[in-house]
């Protein structure tokens, strides 16, 4: 597929901006002087190819991903026009009307749709169809917008940092040996997809498991575990066989609630007779204290206080002798009473124990227990073991999920052992197509004199896929930009040779530091093949590389310039209606 025709369209059908492409080297030219370089919008109108063809970022148009600046202005007008970028893609550019054409089309504004051929489509179907149509990768193995990096390297895209590993800098190797492994043909990608997959799923597992010790005591060595169960286990035993010697020989168990009644009435009975114990023991010691006292009286004292109190009541008609009987008779009395008392409780204490002893003939068949206190004890080790059995249990669970762990943990060890040896062993026909790649790398290379480098496969699993050795004395970094130039030129022919479907454009944004006249051995190179090459470049570039001005007009689809960006049409005609606007505002108030 190559690229055919870009629009910008707002309000739903006015054209703002179009482009056509062609076969060979399209130039998106920046006619800025030095000073005012990278305010043009080349890097934009890359961003909206890249956009077209699967990002998910459609906010990259209006923030710089380097410096996070917003051009506020772009934003506004691009939502409040509802701008869409439609992008058409062809088999064949020689075809006006293709029946076989694909027009893409992505809504740019915020919460705007993306349509293949006017279909509706999610992010993620809209990307497998792109991978459908451009590698005929209908598994999606790799991914779209893992490919397509490799074709439209928009710099200023934060994520595209190097021309090898052009992805994230998180991006694991394993995802890109599957992505050469694909490219190149060297071995089915599923086991490597599936190793990646594999080595996912042991982190996760690893993670489980350290989030699983960090709680309560679930931190613990497996072996120690497994002594702690087992002694647990013997005192469990050990419970159980006292448990079992004291129950034995009765019907313990079945009549465990009339036991237990029994039991408590016992309890409570014998309750009753201490306190009754307890009452007499009380009032036998107020009887004996009270006997052993005498009334002792101060006879002169207690005369004269008499005699005092008579003389103030007269109408008391008692004599002193009153007085002393009075006493006396009151000590007769409290004796009199605590004796009526303890005859009372003697007899309820008859009553009580003459009760305990008809309850204990009525159950004299579980009174051994009760009397002995072995509930009691029952109930004690009952505990313990209810106990100690939660406690195993709690530790055979902990151990259960440890080894289920362990086991998972070394099953993934061993699965990713066997899968980095079948990847290898998967990987030993890399030479052949390799060998293809280079003839056509290294021979456009030496044809522009920038050394003579080879890409080289690296067949161990934990290194980086590929990389680029020279045959000579190193790739110095200054010939980094014309090497990824040639790299994607050299894998369109490779990729011809072997019939491998892969995208027949190339979209560029970093050609600005190539010489002048290997730009133009590579521009002639590009134009002689059957090609597509998009590139983002100076207008003092093209002069320097001696390319003449009526093949820079030829080759060029888009001027740009301060006065003349990529949004530039809409941001005038906007301005030019609020102008409108404003004057029949004046008018109105005329």
């Known amino acids: 597929m190559y690229l055919k025709t870009l629009r910008l369209v707002q309000n739903r059908n ?40 699967g990002a998910k970022d459609k906010a990259y148009i209006y923030i710089d991903a380097q410096t996070n600046n917003k051009n506020g202005e772009l934003e506004n007008l691009i939502n409040n026009n509802k701008i869409y970028v439609e992008l058409v893609l062809t088999p064949d550019l020689k075809i006006e009307n293709g029946n076989n054409d694909i027009t893409l089309k992505v809504d740019l504004y915020k919460r705007g749709s993306r349509y293949i051929n006017g279909e509706r489509i999610g992010l993620t179907e809209y990307n497998k169809k792109l991978n459908d149509i451009l590698f005929d990768n209908a598994e999606n193995k790799p991914t779209f917008r893992e490919l397509i990096p490799y074709f439209v390297r928009v710099s200023a895209k934060k994520d595209n940092y190097d021309f090898l590993k052009n992805l994230h800098p998180a991006t694991k190797f394993t995802t890109y040996r599957a992505i050469y492994n694909y490219l190149f043909n060297i071995s089915d990608t599923d086991g490597l997809i599936t190793l990646e997959k594999t080595k996912t799923q042991l982190d996760q597992y690893e993670k489980a498991e350290k989030n699983y010790r960090s709680l309560g005591n679930n931190d613990q060595q497996v072996d120690i575990l497994t002594q702690k ?68 009286f101060n006879q002169n004292l207690t005369q004269e206080l008499f005699n005092e109190v008579q003389s103030m009541l007269p109408e008391i008609h008692k004599t002193y002798e009153d007085l002393i009987s009075f006493n006396t008779a009151l000590k007769n009395n409290k004796l009199e009473y605590l004796e009526k008392l303890k005859t009372d409780l003697e007899e309820n204490i008859n009553k009580q124990k003459e009760k305990i002893q008809h309850f204990l003939y009525e159950n004299q068949d579980i009174i051994s227990l009760v009397k002995n206190d072995d509930i009691s004890k029952y109930d004690e080790l009952a505990q313990k073991l209810v106990e100690i059995s939660q406690n195993i249990t709690k530790q055979e669970e902990i151990l259960s999920t440890l080894e289920d762990f362990s086991r998972k943990e070394k099953e993934l060890h061993k699965k990713i052992s066997e899968l980095n040896k079948n990847v290898k062993d998967n990987s030993e026909n890399f030479q052949t197509n390799f060998d293809k790649f280079n003839s056509y790398f290294t021979k456009l290379v030496l044809s522009i004199n920038q050394g003579a480098p080879i890409l080289a496969y690296h067949k161990d699993i934990k290194d980086f896929p590929v990389s680029i050795e020279d045959l000579n004395e190193g790739t110095s970094s200054g010939t980094l930009k014309s090497l990824i130039l040639c790299y994607d030129i050299a894998y369109q022919e490779f990729a011809k040779e072997i019939h491998k479907t892969v995208p ?68 005038k005609q906007t301005t030019q209606n609020m102008s409108l606007i404003e004057k029949n505002k004046i008018n109105k108030y005329r």
């Open 14 to 53: 006015e054209i703002i901006k179009e482009v056509n492409f062609y076969l060979g080297i399209n130039f998106v030219v920046d006619e800025e002087k030095s000073a005012l370089h990278n305010r043009a919008g080349k890097t934009t109108f890359l961003k909206l190819i890249d956009i077209a063809l």
């Open 229 to 296: 169960i087992n002694t647990n286990k013997s005192r469990k035993r050990v419970l159980e066989n006292k448990i079992s010697d004291l129950v034995k020989g009765t019907d313990f168990l079945n009549n465990r609630k009339k036991i237990t009644t029994a039991r408590k009435k016992y309890i409570d009975m014998k309750s009753q007779l201490d306190d009754l114990n307890y009452r007499m023991q009380v009032i036998s010691d107020d009887i004996q204290d009270t006997e052993s006292k005498k009334i002792n």
């Open 504 to 571: 027949n454009f190339i979209v560029h944004d970093i050609l600005e530091s190539v010489s002048g006249d290997v730009l133009a051995e590579l521009v002639e190179k590009i134009n002689s093949l059957n090609i597509q090459v998009v590139v983002a470049i100076l207008k003092e570039k093209l002069n320097s590389s001696k390319i003449s001005q009526k093949d820079q007009d030829q080759y060029t689809i888009l001027k740009l310039s301060k006065g003349h960006r990529v949004f530039d049409t809409a941001l």
